[in-house]
């Protein structure tokens, strides 16, 4: 579920950064711009599916 909720945070945070560059709202580009970094450290996250990332992390 974190790689899904991790892209679906990512995606809406491009748009929100796009949207903010666009019509020329800084602070709308930069929420998108933490949005998507939010989305990224999610996805990550070491899953309980794949416990060769988690070993990779720590290496």
């Known amino acids: 579920m974190g790689k899904t909720k991790g892209l679906q945070q990512r995606i809406v945070g491009?748009?929100?950064q796009a949207v903010g560059e666009i019509i020329g709202d800084q602070d709308l580009h930069d929420d998108g711009k933490a949005e998507a970094q939010r989305g990224r450290d999610e996805q990550d996250k070491p899953s309980k599916l794949n416990?060769?990332?988690?070993?990779?992390?720590?290496t």
């Open 51 to 58: 416990p060769l990332k988690k070993l990779k992390q720590l």
């Open 14 to 16: 491009k748009t929100r």
